[in-house]
């Protein structure tokens, strides 16, 4: 695969490069598959700077796909598997798709979403099955080129961003710029080497447990290999598999989402004791917030190697926080990387101090930038000014420069005028034995404008009833100001979240709002 991954490849071809439930794809055989792959999409007519919509799982074919397209100048969009036929046919249209890559498994919701578009893709390949519309992802590697491809370009993936209304965009960020060597995409990738904490002389082994369609999964996984690590890849998440996949292949480091290390403190205590984790080194985590119990539980049974960080796709990695440095300061997510500018800005524009809530900005001090794709009017509306983005986030730095986000704008309350952070109200409820997961919202009320409302799940054990409803309206005005405090409450048994676990909140607020012009 040329220069990408060359000098791994070569000193050591037969070691593991990627272990999927599949088997073992060694560095020989994907420096090859990879190659023809490139070939095989040149063939059928894919020109530089098209698109390729990959619906695969955690699977090996998903990391072939993607070098391809870092070494070929095409832009990736890798596509959730959940996804229904209407919703990926927006995305295939919305993204002039020119090729397609599925897995069969998802034969019918691509079969069904082609039918739909107005898109005449040149290439469709499907692993693992059969179908008249498509050509087999085997026989089209088996039939191209095994020769190194010449006038390699870069390209990179395109994310489209759940969104909280409306259809979701892609995100056109520095990873997806079309054009350069792709030798570009390693140096990015070497950058961040001492973030993701791999092992500087090389190897490790990358553990991935969360969809590859999500670009906090797709980095890592790409940017470890490209630092020379090996990567195991679990398609589904199960905490018990996990860790035995962990020992099984000497995992070095791991990507959590908080739902994660939860489910993961959940374990048996005798199936958390038989775990070795000896190989772990760093165990990085973010997406979303974490409740400070469970981060303590995950420190003490693993050790200082639990690192947080604050970014998104919009931005990449923007904030970072050691384990020690957060045990001295709880519930921060650390201080702006050296590259990055966050400010805190307040609702005339003006800058905020330390301990003053805002929106929170940053700006790449390496001049990259993101924009929705075909869509100027969100790019703009994200933007204090060229370069100053926003994730629509809101936080405060503490006097010593540490970063704490209070909220997202969208999940904001206004009640009576005041201005709610539901993330603040979430953190007191989620400590109580009996919760398992929270989510706080606004419902209308015709006096207040905004009301505050909990949605719960209960942990196993526990049933719903007054005396636990009592404790918990206790322990939030123990702990919180009055106005701060659920007005009511309503259990679920579980709650709506995507495979980054983050909330989806309009499911659950959504519903008090209909036949309301306005949500506020």
Not at 219 to 226: G, I, R, W
Request: glycine share 10%.
């Amino acid at each position: 695969m040329g220069a990408l991954l060359a000098a791994t490849v070569a000193a050591r071809p037969e070691v593991p490069a990627v272990i999927d439930a599949g088997g073992v794809t060694t560095w020989a055989q994907l420096d090859e598959r990879v190659d023809r792959l490139i070939h095989a999409l040149r063939d059928r007519g894919l020109a530089s700077g098209e698109t390729v919509v990959a619906m695969l799982g955690n699977q090996a074919e998903l990391i072939e796909v993607s070098l391809a397209c870092i070494q070929g100048g095409w832009v990736l969009v890798p596509v959730n598997w959940h996804w229904v036929a209407d919703e990926l046919a927006y995305v295939l249209d919305d993204s002039d798709a020119r090729a397609v890559i599925a897995d069969g498994r998802w034969l019918d919701v691509v079969t069904a979403a082609l039918a739909a578009t107005n898109i005449e893709p040149r290439c469709r390949l499907l692993v693992d099955g059969t179908d008249p519309g498509f050509e087999s992802y085997e026989s089209a590697l088996a039939t191209a080129s095994a020769e190194v491809p010449v006038d390699p370009e870069r390209g990179g993936p395109m994310f489209y961003t759940s969104g909280t209304t409306g259809r979701p965009k892609g995100v056109r960020s520095s990873l997806s710029k079309v054009g350069g060597t792709p030798e570009i995409f390693t140096l990015m990738a070497h950058s961040f080497r001492p973030i993701v904490d791999l092992p500087a002389e090389g190897g490790g082994v990358q553990g991935v447990c969360g969809p590859l369609y999500h670009s906090a999964q797709w980095v890592f996984a790409l940017f470890a290999l490209a630092c020379g690590a090996s990567v195991v890849l679990q398609h589904r998440f199960d905490a018990d598999g996990l860790l035995t996949l962990v020992d099984r292949h000497g995992v070095t480091n791991m990507h959590l989402v908080p739902t994660q290390m939860r489910r993961l403190l959940d374990l048996p205590d005798e199936r958390r004791s038989a775990f070795s984790g000896a190989t772990l080194r760093t165990v990085i985590h973010g997406a979303a917030p974490c409740p400070l119990n469970v981060k303590r539980g995950c420190i003490s049974w693993w050790g200082p190697i639990v690192t947080e960080y604050y970014g998104g796709t919009e931005g990449g990695f923007l904030a970072l926080i050691t384990a020690a440095e957060w045990q001295e300061r709880p519930g921060s997510v650390g201080k702006p990387l050296p590259i990055v500018e966050i400010s805190v800005v307040g609702p005339d524009g003006a800058l905020l101090g330390p301990g003053q809530a805002g929106d929170l900005y940053f700006r790449n001090l390496m001049g990259s930038d993101f924009e929705y794709h075909k869509a100027p009017e969100k790019t703009a509306s994200a933007h204090l000014e060229a370069g100053l983005g926003t994730l629509g986030d809101i936080g405060y730095f503490d006097d010593a420069g540490y970063l704490y986000l209070s909220d997202r704008r969208v999940d904001m309350i206004v009640s009576g005028g005041v201005n709610i952070y539901p993330a603040e109200t979430e953190s007191v409820l989620v400590e109580h034995r009996a919760v398992a997961d929270v989510a706080v919202f606004g419902i209308p009320h015709e006096e207040m404008g905004e009301q505050v409302r909990a949605a719960v799940a209960l942990r196993d054990g526990f049933v719903w009833s007054d005396a636990l409803e009592a404790e918990l309206v206790a322990l939030c005005r123990e702990r919180l100001a009055g106005y701060k405090c659920p007005r009511g409450f309503e259990v679920h048994e579980s709650l709506p979240r995507n495979e980054a676990g983050k909330l989806t909140k309009r499911l659950l607020r959504d519903p008090h709002w209909e036949g309301r012009s306005a949500r506020i």
